[in-house]
């Protein structure tokens, strides 16, 4: 009755990459803020939607401050997902800012 997730290696014809494109701490109000852009290229013969999960390591309490698509909390914690449709032949790309109190 459980869940379980498989990782059974590299999807041929997709690829992605995550950059951090902004990092700023705000030390007297004890917070972090941290800005991403994942990429995603679909080179498969049909539109493939990606799960995109991504870990927010830097501390527990967190709060998505921006995001250009839908995202919910991950099936784990500490984490988020975004489901990013990508028509083949195509790439896209998804942005997000966290921010992290403590």
Same mark, same amino acid.
């Given at each position: ?14 690829? *992605? ?6 990092? $700023?701490?705000?030390? &007297? ?15 498969? *013969? $049909? ?11 830097? *501390? ?12 919910? &909390? *991950?099936?784990? &914690? ?6 990013? &449709? ?17």
């Amino acid at each position: 009755g459980e869940t379980a997730t498989l990782n059974l290696g590299p999807a041929a014809g997709l690829a *992605g990459q995550r950059l951090r494109t902004g990092y $700023a701490e705000v030390v &007297p109000f004890k917070a972090a803020e941290e800005s991403f852009e994942i990429l995603l290229d679909n080179q498969t *013969g $049909a539109d493939q939607t990606v799960t995109v999960v991504e870990h927010l390591y830097r *501390g527990d309490t967190f709060e998505i401050t921006a995001a250009n698509a839908e995202h919910r &909390p *991950g099936r784990t &914690p500490g984490t988020i997902e975004f489901d990013i &449709p990508v028509r083949s032949g195509t790439q896209r790309s998804t942005t997000y800012t966290v921010r992290y109190t403590w």
